[in-house]
C-alpha cells in the first residue's frame, strides 16, 4: 500500500486562493481585517509564531498589530489593554498567545476577550456553540484538520473517529466537530489519553486517527490497522546533532505507518502551516459580520 502523504500547503494556498476575493469586497467598504495579538514575555516559540502570523496578514493585505507586554505585567494591565482592544471598532480579532507567565490566570484572561473577536474560538461561549452544533468561530487547528480531510477527500461519515488527546485547544473541539452531523463529520468518535489503560486497544480501531498529545513517536506501526488515515497534529522539538540542534517530531513515528496507513499528515509541514491559515479566516470571517452590524445599525 502507497501511504499518501497529506500536505498542508496545498490546502492552505487554496483555502487564500478563495479569501482574496473576501477582502476585496471588505475592502470597497472601507474595512481592513485586523487581528490585535499579545504576546506576553519571551517565550521563543511564541514570538516566531507571532512573526509568521503578521507576515500571513500582510501577503493577503490584512492587518496584524502586534502587543509586545513585559513578563511581569499585571492581570489589572492586561485586562485593561484586552477591554480597549474589545471596544476599538478597526480590530476584528484578538489573539492571546499561550502560554502566559504562571502568575497570570490564563482562563480569566482568555474569558475576557470578546465572543465576537475571538478569533481563537477559546471563550466558552464560542465552544458552547460549537457543542451546540452552531459554531461561531471554531479553534484553528481543528478547523485545519477539518479542511485538509476536505481537500484530500478522506471520507468521515460513519467511520470510527479516534482522537489521542483531550485539550480544550484541539481534542474537546474535534470531538465536537466530528460527531456532529456537519459536512465533514457524523462519526462515531472515541477520544483517549494519557491516563488510558491499553491504548493500542482503540487505536486499531480507528479509521482515522488523530493524534494531539504531544509525545513524539508515541504512535506506532503496530498500533494502527491497515488503511486507517491518519491527522498528526504533534510537534515536539527533540534535540539532536544536527545544525538546528534539534528536529520536529510528530506524536505518530511516520516511518513505522508507511505502507500501513491510507494516509497521513507530515510532521512538519502537515497541520501546523493550517492553523495560521484558520486564524485569517476566523479574523476575516469577523470583519465580514463588523460589517453587517454597521449596515444593520445604518
Known sequence: METLL???KPVLDSIKEAL?????????????????????GDDPASHVYV?????AFERLNCKSKTYKIPADTTEKDLLELIDSLNKDI???????????????????????VSPKKDVDGFHPENLGLLLEGSPNFIPCTPSGVLEILKYYNIPVSGRHAVIIGRSNIVGKPMFA??????????ATVTIFHTGTKDIA????????LIAAVGLPNMVTGDMIKVGADIIDVGI???DDDSEKGYKLLGDVDINSVMGK?????????GVGPMTITMLLVNTIKSAEKSKKYTLDYC
Not at 51 to 55: D, E, G, L, V
Not at 201 to 208: L, N, P, R
Open 90 to 112: 478597526e480590530i476584528h480579532g484578538i489573539l492571546v498567545q499561550l502560554p502566559l507567565p504562571k502568575h497570570l490566570d490564563s482562563k480569566k484572561i482568555l474569558n475576557s
Open 177 to 186: 466537530l466530528l460527531a456532529q452531523k456537519f459536512e465533514i463529520g457524523n
Open 261 to 269: 496507513a491510507n494516509s497521513i499528515t507530515p510532521v512538519p509541514g
Open 20 to 40: 482574496v476575493p473576501r477582502v476585496e469586497n471588505l475592502k470597497e467598504s472601507d474595512i481592513v481585517p485586523q487581528l490585535a495579538a499579545i504576546l506576553v
Open 201 to 208: 486497544f482503540y487505536t486499531k480501531q480507528a479509521d482515522i
Open 6 to 8: 497529506l500536505k498542508g
Open 51 to 55: 512573526r509568521n502570523k503578521s507576515k
Open 236 to 238: 515536539n522539538r527533540v
